[in-house]
């Protein structure tokens, strides 16, 4: 029991609970208070919110609960104003000020009551005393003068702060679970790109990552560089001297020497370099320098921690990315996996949702929706920036998503220049990148450009990629066939997330699905006849699309009209198609923006859409194009005008054009642009995205005629056969095109001698140049070997891309050594390939192939492995009709061709 000391006088306690006395026993004192032990402690519990870090001044609202005069009756007391002692007292430091309730002649027995102020004990009552104007009050001893008689457990932090820490956690999380329900950040994907997180996680907390980069700057190893410092009488680089042990009030001072001190290493090592390359008269000493002391990591580590300290003086940062490609995944990760996880006090809003200036609804959320005043929340949140300089991290997301704001760019400049007041907020903003200039600007021209960074987010390696592309399949629960998926498809699908979100969408819950290629046409229809359905749920209609094709039809009715494919205005549509168009804001398919346009006479600030895909506008338009533009005459006058003007929408639309006519409307439309002057420049640039079903005979003999000639095609042809390995899958047009085309070549050693070359030529890059010219062939045959061998060890990969070592028999003679060498890899883990495909090659007409084979079966022979299919290998040696009528020694003859 906790009071104070005056009252504890005398040898002898007792304590009065309930009309029970207890006896009691003082084991802690200082000059203000004592705590008393009562010896059955076990009935009474532990007072936990004692506070020392309560704002206490003239706006402090106080209550007090005791017992007055000798007969102990209760009394309560009210007021305003918790006022430090203007003169230094021996055993109180404060006065309660104004009295509202609770007024007496005389406080005496109230001494050791608790003084509360929002809900904590920040005191206990003292004495009674007269103020300067006569009247009657009471004193306080603050905590802070007996918390030394405290247990921890006796304290508990500010209500104040522990309430917004759960608010704004409670609000950060439901609006990010927005993000999640819209599958606009999708968890477990988030794989971090360049040094973006790293350089937010200094932003947010200065203290802690100040403190790391001082230690990751001290761990770095100079020795080898201020040994030849020293030897040319330089000043030696040193950071020993540096602590990571500093106040908050230190924090600027550190910083500021920090980055001087590693601007100036860096400098040093600049000039040693330079000093170095100046002088190769010793050119052994020149070389060692550079091999031992400079050809390390050391100064890109120094400049990588400088670059990241400068974020700490950072109090606004900006996010650009193009549309779709992980905005708001990198900043609802980093809100979920970083500022909430390590207990940071943040607020995350969507930009669509405010509907005036952002400081309002900030203030409105640090108030705690008016349970605590601002100035009050302001004091408390200053005090904690001084002591430990963690700011409150705003998160606006997505500011190119707001249209009801006017003049949304000068808003957020607006809200920013507020800011600069409240040194504990830091803000991160995100946007497109299109968008920076267009409406933006103005956000870069405040006051505060010295606290503001713009970070354009270009960087994706492929760890991201590969990240990124298997997160959305697991979360959309989608399994592929492993040996289907290319090159072709992996790049197109990972170089851009929002095609990557339609097509697992569309496919989502599909098991073992091919993925030689995307068929953007077909993903797009799909994503609408979802959509349509998603869009319309709760309707009662006969068919779902209606609503959304008519919607799309007006739009690209307007734009065809209008000339412009950009920036529809909201106004030509009905209420009904607007709230079709909020939808489609929320799936990212189209997105909206703000613009000045002319209506009539008069300038007028409007909503406009836009599609977020150029080449989903352009599936739309060519859409509208064939239903309504579907006679002969117009669809061929707006085809040559859409050439003539070189609109925007001509290549896309003459891609989708082509796609249509092949497959949907052979009868209709496949005539009309096959008498089209450009039909042939037509089918060469867009034949490649068309699914194998849709190919006739009609392509397998162009394509053969193409590579029997060594045509201007022949490579585009042969890159393509290339991927379509699978010939079950590709049953139309596959890599045996490519090896009846190198049968017929054969015939002729030049012209097939010519053809590999220019095709598979081997690739090598020159010795002692710093730049190599990329490879001329399609796939060098070195690199093919290469490539393989990665796999060969795997059954199952044999298996499937088994014509891929048909190709390497083919083109043997190129690397005659590798190609021997992969063979005998392949026999030993897949013997039931080698020798279906050496059965398969082993009578060819072509004398030139014959010969491979014989070479191969050859080399095979004397890599036995020791079961039933070496005899196969030898019977089928035996039975080759290659010289079989010369008496030939294969060990010289293999030699020769090694």
Known sequence: MLTPRHVACGDRHTVWISDKEDHARIIKENDVAVVLEIGHSDT????????????????????????????????????????????????????????????SDNYQGLSGSPVFCDNRIVGILQMQAHNSSGALGVCMSSVKMFQDLLAKENFKPNAYQMLLNEACTQYTKSQIEKNVKSKKYIADIFVEEGDYKENLRYF???????????????????????????????????????????????????????????????????????????????????????????????????????????????????????????????????????????????????????????????????????????????????????????????????????????????????????????PYIKVIMTTRNEFLKERFVVIEEGTYLSAYKHIDMWHRGDDFKERIFRGYLNFFGITIRENTLTDKFYDAITNDVLLLRFFCEVNENKKQIYVYDVYKYDVFRQYLNLKSLEYQKDQQVLNHQDS???????????????????????????????????????????????????????????????????????????????????????????????????????????????????TESQEDLLPIIENLPEYENLYWRYIWGLEDRHFTAHDTKAWRMQLITNGPHAKKIVHDLIDKYDCEFFSNINIRLL??????????????????????????????????????????????????????????????????????????????????????????????????????MNQHKSSLISCNVKEILHHLTKSRNGDAYDQIIERLAQENSFCRDISIDMELFSKLLL
């Open 548 to 662: 959304l094709y008519v919607l799309l039809d007006k739009i690209s009715e307007y734009m065809i009209r209008e000339k412009t494919f950009f920036n529809v205005p909201s106004s030509i549509f009905n209420e009904t198609e607007q709230k079709l168009l909020y939808q489609m804001l929320d799936n990212e398919v189209i997105f909206k923006d703000e613009q000045i346009m002319k209506t009539g006479m008069l300038m007028r600030n409007t909503v406009v859409i836009s599609f977020t895909f150029d080449e989903f506008r352009d599936f739309c338009i060519t859409n509208y194009i064939l239903t309504h533009l579907a006679e002969q005459h117009a669809f061929l006058a707006f085809w040559d005008q859409m050439n003539k003007e070189n609109l925007t929408i001509r290549e896309g639309v003459q891609k989708y054009i082509f796609y249509l006519a092949r």
């Open 204 to 422: 947010a907390d200065p203290m802690l990552f100040l403190k790391k980069a001082i230690c990751d700057t001290k761990i770095l190893d100079f020795k080898s560089v201020n040994f030849h410092l020293r030897e040319n009488g330089k000043q030696e680089i040193d950071f020993s001297d540096l602590t990571e042990y500093f106040s908050a009030t230190e924090l600027e001072q550190v910083c500021i020497c920090l980055q001087d001190r590693i601007s100036d290493a860096i400098s040093r090592l600049e000039e040693f370099e330079k000093n170095n390359d100046s002088d190769i008269s010793n050119l052994e000493k020149y070389f060692a320098i550079r091999q031992n002391s400079l050809n390390n990591s050391v100064k890109h580590y120094l400049s990588d921690i400088k670059d990241n300290i400068d974020f700490i003086a950072k109090k606004y940062i900006l996010l650009t990315k193009d549309a779709g490609q992980g905005k708001t995944n990198f900043v609802c990760d980093f809100a979920l996996n970083f500022l909430m996880r390590k207990g940071y006090c943040s607020l995350y809003f969507n930009a669509y949702d405010f509907r005036e200036n952002p400081m309002i609804l900030a203030k409105q959320k640090l108030s705690l929706n008016g349970a605590y005043s601002f100035p009050y929340a302001n004091k408390i949140l200053h005090r904690e920036w001084n002591s430990s300089k963690r700011p409150i991290v705003i998160i606006i997301d997505g500011l190119n998503e707001n249209t009801l704001v006017k003049d949304f760019g000068q808003c957020i400049r607006d809200f920013l220049e507020e800011c600069q007041a409240c």
């Open 44 to 103: 009474y519990s532990m007072a936990d919110i004692f506070s020392d870090d309560e704002i206490l001044d003239e706006e402090s609202t106080w209550s007090v609960s005791g017992f007055i005069t000798s007969r102990q009756h209760e009394h309560h007391m009210r007021g305003t104003g918790i006022i430090v002692s203007p003169a230094k007292e021996m055993e109180w430091d404060y006065h309660l000020a104004v009295i509202a309730t609770g007024k």
């Open 739 to 840: 090896f009846e085309a190198l049968d017929v070549l054969a015939e002729k050693i030049d012209l097939y001698d010519a053809f590999i070359k220019r095709m598979f030529g081997v690739y090598l890059q020159k010795k002692g140049i710093y730049t190599n010219t990329g490879p001329e062939s399609v796939w060098p045959f070195n690199m093919m070997i290469r490539d393989i061998a990665e796999y060969v060890n795997d059954d199952t990969w044999n298996v499937c891309h088994s014509e891929l070592y048909r190709l390497v028999l083919y083109l043997l003679e190129l690397e005659n050594r590798g190609a021997l060498d992969l063979w005998c890899k392949l026999y030993g883990v897949s013997p039931v390939v080698a020798v279906r495909i050496l059965n398969e």
